[in-house]
């Protein structure tokens, strides 16, 4: 088969299933299949014939794809920020919204020479590691419930270059963050209610890990535990969901938190919210 016939067929099978940007992501799957050639060069070749090794890899992963796989679990990697990372059902997919949760952090930062940093539910590992990546004195510890997140968050570490100053730590939220240590605590916290799930595309639902989406009050949890593991002046920075900015701001409004901010995301909708801890 030609890479040109190939694409069309893969474009066709994945529109079928109901993905809406099924060109581009056949165009990402042909270009894996064929040694991660540039997408580009995709169309100076369009009447070569793929190998029958590459039309394997290339089928077996648009049917991955059609069964609703996120395209990054597929990949196996995925771009944040200025880095790229392994990808795996072992914890979310690093996405967008939390590409401003880190611009937000980097600004309470910027000014320290090395500051002590807390990432609540590191998950990939892609929050600290990128601020570690753009912060060349900050001091990471990311924690995480899930041994198998943080199995991947050291994989990540360990691509990333960063190692020394990313410490990861198995640790529940439950058994509280410490006292007054850091500089600034911020997480991308679990906060789809129960009842919300079943309304998410299948991608979500169905493939990534319920224990990092799932959750009633984990939010108000981090907000509260970092009361305690904040020095005086230093910052939280939460990722939320969309529509409970106000909420949120309140929350922190009562805990005694000061210059309490919400930052949009690019559609327009709460997706940060910050305070400072009092002086």
């Known amino acids: 088969m030609t890479l040109g016939g190939a694409l069309a067929a893969a474009t066709a099978r994945l529109a079928e299933a109901g993905i809406e940007s099924a060109r581009l992501e056949a165009e990402l ?48 990697e995925w771009g944040f920020r200025r880095l790229t990372l392994r990808t795996d059902r072992r914890a979310l997919i690093p996405r967008p919204e939390t590409e401003i949760v880190v611009e ?32 060349a004195g900050a001091r990471i510890t990311a924690i995480d419930v899930s041994p198998d997140a943080l199995a991947l968050a050291e994989e990540n570490r360990e691509l990333t270059g ?26 991308n916290p679990p ?23 799932v959750s009633r009050g984990a939010t108000e949890a981090v907000a509260r535990a970092a009361t305690e593991a904040l020095r005086p002046g230093g910052w939280l920075v939460l990722e939320t969901a969309a529509g409970t900015g106000e909420r949120i701001r309140g ?8 210059r309490v901010t919400i930052t949009p995301d690019l559609a327009g909708r709460d997706r940060v919210v910050e305070g400072k801890w009092k002086s």
């Not at 590691?129 to 753009?134: F, N, R």
């Open 251 to 258: 929350l922190l409004d009562e805990l005694g938190y000061e």
């Open 29 to 76: 799957l042909l270009a894996r299949a064929c040694d991660d050639c540039a997408r580009a060069l995709l169309y100076a070749e369009l009447d070569r014939d793929l190998t029958p090794e590459q039309e394997a890899a290339f089928d077996a992963n648009v049917r991955r794809r059609v069964q609703r796989e996120p395209l990054a679990y597929v990949l196996g």
């Open 104 to 135: 937000r952090a980097l600004e309470h930062i910027r000014e320290q020479p090395d500051p002590d940093v807390l990432d609540v539910g590191t998950g990939t590992g892609a929050i600290a590691l990128a601020i570690a990546d753009e912060h």
């Open 191 to 213: 906060y789809v209610e129960p009842d919300e799930l079943a309304t998410l595309q299948p991608e979500v639902r169905d493939w990534e890990p319920c224990i990092a989406l």
């Open 162 to 187: 960063v190692n020394g100053r990313v410490r990861l730590v198995e640790q529940d939220l439950t058994s509280g963050l410490g006292r007054a240590r850091f500089d600034l605590v911020v997480s």
